[in-house]
């Protein structure tokens, strides 16, 4: 294309750069789909009723769903650079509605696990935050950490916007046409994605928002699987083990660390177990879920504030604060449950709330620091940690449940973890290596 250069390095532009349309659609497929990532939590109870099956069986098939979300990621983000953005996300959703929609003749616990935690999982994975990361390291050089923080509000907002919805239909319709909304509304963004998004700024002959000058489509990367290893390898071996320089393997195994601890202080916790354990304590079923759909309010604003923070500060002392703050948050818990909805209950939403996904901005920043052009498959295999770590207090949660009556001493063990990830957040060194951004 002999004029995309001339084309991006115009001086002027009257209208917003094709960054920002990219984004929107991002940020609306994310919405889109999180529908599927709001249902977990709200089928626990019906399904035990419905099926007899224990909580700890139901909380297995999340767990599988959640750590195939994690280990899916890294090779997503391969895929990505292999066969396009677009195609990856297109199929990613059909998984989703089809999962989603074989859940409605499922008879047993081992069909919940393929449909729910398989096929779901794969298809969220697909679509996880690599996503966004792929989407906003080939898009934009400026205002990284703001999209960042933007495009990761759009599960928060998905949240939003599908729980309460999802709750009532639960409540008063049953589970099933719940699953079926989840699998309409993955189909639905299906066009979406086909139509607007493209997977580099040279496919319209464009930039990279900030950057000035234009920077040509990369050959497609075979051999997606083998890249993804290898990125792994190269972070988290040794030194010794490894051929090269590069960074040494500390910073990868801290960022998973600490990233796992997110994960089961968040999806693995409260996202699958805070509408049940509300109900234990009496709370209806629709006020609980609506609490959980009102931090997702907050955590947009946090999210977002945490991306224009990462562009300022030092992002290890930002995840410290960010850990420690949720660890207080989650100990106070349990003093806070009640039957109706208070107003401590409420302080509890909006502070946790503010800090649901704060920590994804600035990890994501540490991978670029350490990791340039790989950082975006290196962090899938962070988020696979963090989908480790989601997956066993999804599991664990159901256990305990069972074996004590409630629910307490994992909110009491999941505020120590957060502790112990300040810690690890501040031990990372910063170190910014050629070509990271």
Same mark, same amino acid.
């Given at each position: 294309?002999p004029d995309a250069a001339p084309r991006a390095l115009a001086p002027r532009r009257r209208r917003p750069h094709r960054a920002w349309a990219v984004a929107a659609v991002t940020f609306?497929?994310?919405?889109?789909?999180?529908?599927?990532?709001?249902?977990?939590?709200?089928?626990?109870?019906?399904?035990?009723?419905?099926? +007899?099956?224990?909580?700890?069986?139901?909380?297995?098939?999340?767990?599988?769903?959640?750590?195939?979300?994690?280990?899916?990621?890294?090779?997503? @983000? =391969?895929?990505?650079?292999?066969?396009?953005? $677009?195609?990856?996300?297109?199929?990613?959703l059909s998984v989703i509605a089809a999962g989603t929609a074989l859940t409605v003749f499922m008879t047993s616990s081992w069909q919940l696990v393929l449909y729910w935690g398989v096929?779901?999982?794969?298809?969220?994975?697909?679509?996880?935050?690599?996503?966004?990361?792929?989407?906003?390291?080939?898009?934009?050089?400026?205002?990284?950490?703001?999209?960042?923080?933007?495009?990761?509000?759009?599960?928060?907002?998905?949240?939003?916007? *599908?729980?309460?919805?999802?709750?009532?239909?639960?409540?008063?319709?049953?589970?099933?046409?719940?699953?079926?909304?989840?699998?309409?509304?993955?189909?639905?963004?299906?066009?979406?994605?086909?139509?607007? #998004?493209?997977? +580099?700024?040279?496919?319209?002959?464009? =930039?990279?928002?900030?950057?000035?000058?234009?920077?040509?489509?990369?050959?497609?990367?075979?051999?997606?699987?083998?890249?993804?290893?290898?990125?792994?390898?190269?972070?988290?071996?040794?030194?010794?083990? $490894?051929?090269?320089?590069?960074?040494? @393997?500390?910073? *990868?195994?801290?960022?998973?660390?600490?990233?796992?601890?997110?994960?089961?202080?968040?999806?693995? #916790?409260?996202?699958?177990?805070?509408?049940?354990?509300?109900?234990? +304590?009496?709370?209806?079923?629709?006020?609980? =879920?609506?609490? #959980?759909?009102?931090?997702?309010?907050?955590?947009?604003?946090?999210?977002?504030?945490?991306?224009? *923070?990462?562009? $300022?500060?030092?992002? $290890?002392?930002?995840?410290?604060?960010?850990?420690?703050?949720?660890?207080?948050?989650?100990?106070?818990?349990?003093?806070?449950?009640?039957?109706?909805?208070?107003?401590?209950?409420?302080?509890?939403?909006?502070?946790?709330?503010?800090?649901?996904?704060?920590?994804?901005?600035?990890?994501?920043?540490?991978?670029?620091?350490?990791?340039?052009?790989?950082?975006?498959?290196?962090?899938?295999?962070?988020?696979?940690?963090?989908?480790?770590?989601?997956? =066993?207090?999804?599991?664990?949660?159901?256990?305990?449940?069972?074996?004590?009556?409630?629910?307490?001493?994992?909110?009491?063990?999941?505020?120590?973890?957060?502790?112990?990830?300040?810690?690890?957040?501040?031990?990372?060194?910063?170190?910014?290596?050629?070509?990271?951004?």
């Amino acid at each position: 294309m002999p004029d995309a250069a001339p084309r991006a390095l115009a001086p002027r532009r009257r209208r917003p750069h094709r960054a920002w349309a990219v984004a929107a659609v991002t940020f609306l497929t994310i919405v889109g789909a999180a529908g599927f990532a709001s249902l977990p939590g709200l089928l626990i109870d019906p399904l035990h009723a419905e099926f +007899h099956w224990s909580r700890g069986t139901i909380g297995f098939a999340v767990s599988v769903n959640l750590a195939l979300y994690g280990l899916t990621a890294p090779f997503a @983000a =391969a895929l990505m650079d292999r066969f396009g953005i $677009r195609r990856v996300v297109a199929a990613a959703l059909s998984v989703i509605a089809a999962g989603t929609a074989l859940t409605v003749f499922m008879t047993s616990s081992w069909q919940l696990v393929l449909y729910w935690g398989v096929l779901v999982g794969l298809g969220s994975g697909s679509m996880a935050l690599a996503f966004a990361a792929t989407v906003t390291g080939r898009w934009f050089t400026e205002r990284r950490g703001l999209v960042t923080g933007i495009l990761t509000a759009g599960g928060a907002s998905g949240q939003l916007v *599908f729980l309460p919805a999802l709750s009532w239909i639960v409540d008063r319709h049953d589970w099933r046409p719940a699953a079926v909304t989840v699998s309409l509304a993955a189909v639905a963004v299906v066009p979406l994605v086909w139509l607007l #998004l493209r997977d +580099h700024p040279a496919d319209v002959g464009l =930039a990279p928002y900030g950057a000035t000058e234009f920077v040509p489509k990369p050959p497609p990367q075979r051999g997606a699987a083998r890249r993804a290893v290898r990125a792994l390898a190269s972070a988290a071996l040794p030194s010794r083990f $490894r051929s090269g320089g590069g960074t040494s @393997a500390g910073p *990868f195994w801290l960022l998973a660390g600490t990233f796992a601890i997110c994960g089961a202080t968040t999806n693995g #916790l409260v996202k699958t177990h805070f509408v049940p354990a509300a109900h234990d +304590h009496g709370m209806p079923m629709t006020a609980a =879920a609506s609490l #959980l759909a009102v931090i997702g309010v907050f955590d947009i604003a946090g999210t977002i504030a945490s991306g224009w *923070f990462t562009d $300022r500060f030092d992002t $290890r002392r930002l995840l410290a604060v960010y850990y420690g703050l949720r660890g207080v948050s989650l100990m106070f818990l349990p003093l806070l449950l009640a039957d109706s909805v208070r107003p401590p209950m409420l302080f509890f939403i909006v502070f946790y709330g503010l800090d649901w996904v704060a920590t994804v901005p600035p990890t994501i920043a540490l991978c670029r620091e350490y990791y340039g052009e790989d950082s975006a498959i290196v962090f899938g295999w962070v988020l696979a940690a963090h989908q480790v770590g989601a997956a =066993a207090i999804a599991f664990v949660g159901g256990l305990a449940r069972d074996a004590f009556g409630t629910y307490d001493p994992v909110w009491f063990a999941s505020g120590a973890l957060c502790a112990a990830a300040a810690l690890m957040a501040l031990v990372i060194r910063r170190r910014r290596v050629e070509g990271a951004r």
